[in-house]
């Protein structure tokens, strides 16, 4: 089972919902396919712009910094539900690829004509599509704990991954009937009790990401954001697994923009074999890989991110 990796740190950072941020505007514009995106946008109203993807499953409403510390950067944060989870509405057999016209037709909506990506866990693939396919709006792209290619990257892919991840992306290639049973009933179980996901993951979590998660206002964020990305169901969840496993709809070698990567050495629900074959693939890539940290390290290094992604 994949994971959003989360966003930032407990301190200086808010838990989203009605009356929690008043700075935070949440707004709903039409993708290119005619379905509705659910838009959340924090931070300075005329700062950098700046997309964050969210992982697998995710929500527009996961941790973040406070519209106060953006404002501090200097950054407009933009995230937004991928079709299918939160207020988004399905776009069954989307690839990674249409990420990009959907942030494309956000960035028209609100007049943004260059901005900046960050993307983690299963939203750093969709990262690099716009890195990719909007290489003339797009400034820098940042990636956390992010997948490789499947289609490219081979046999290995799998190596180093947990147990529940390797049955969910193989189910993806060889039966999607399966797949869909079990996160229908993962989704279910998840709106009824949002901890229980948490809960499941730290079964197979190395010591650096329990010692995050075991913090309690981290436990609460991540709660709410799978509560809100599975609140209609996993049609979205589904949806960016059977991505994520196909042709990704882009080359990484049409990336021409400057790229970072990051990611915790002791990750095992994305190994680090996948950052440093995006890094083979990328020629303007830099890799940062940080010992003692694992998937859920992404949590603490967004400020940091957000910080290079806003300088150019």
Known sequence: MLTDGGGAGSRGFRLCGKGADLATEERFTTSTGGGRLSVEITGKPDGVPIFLLHG????RSGPKPRSSVLYRYGVRLISYDRPGYGGSTPHPGRTVA?????IAAIARHF????FAVVGRSGGGPH????????S???ARTAVLV???????????????MTESNRRDFTAASFDRLRLVERLRQQAERTRRDPESLLTQLEADMTWPDRHVVQDLAIRRLLAQAYREALRGGPQGWIDDVLALRRD????????SGPVRLWHGEQDNFAPVSHTMWLARQIRTAEVHVQPGAAHFGAVKILPEMLEWLSNW
């Open 248 to 255: 990704w709809g882009f080359s990484l070698s049409a990336i």
């Open 98 to 102: 249409d990420a990009a016209q959907d």
């Open 56 to 59: 697998t499953p995710g929500s």
């Open 146 to 160: 992010g997948f490789a290619n499947p289609e490219v990257a081979g046999p290995d892919w799998f190596t180093g």
């Open 127 to 134: 990262a690099l599509a716009c890195a990719a396919l909007l």
């Open 111 to 114: 007049g943004i004509s260059r």
């Open 136 to 138: 003339e709006s797009v």
